[in-house]
């Protein structure tokens, strides 16, 4: 099952977000930065700081950013992502 998250960069989202990736579920993550490598790289360096990710989740291959922002019009996405 794939799910969108939003707020994954937060204390609550990351912990959701790690449960969804940990059962094999794909997540789509909204993070609020400029482009896709900088929002990659908030994600991951969020996800990096969490205790125990590796064991539980390995690298996320279930995991695809998306910058934006939920305060935009359609959350600053263009129609095709």
Sequence with gaps: MTFFITGGTGLVGVHVMIRLLAAGHRVVALVRAADRPAAERRMRSILAAYP?????????????????????TNCGLAEQE
């Design 52 to 72: 125990g990710f590796k064991q539980e989740i390995g690298d996320a291959m279930g995991l695809y950013v998306l910058p934006g922002d939920v305060t935009s």
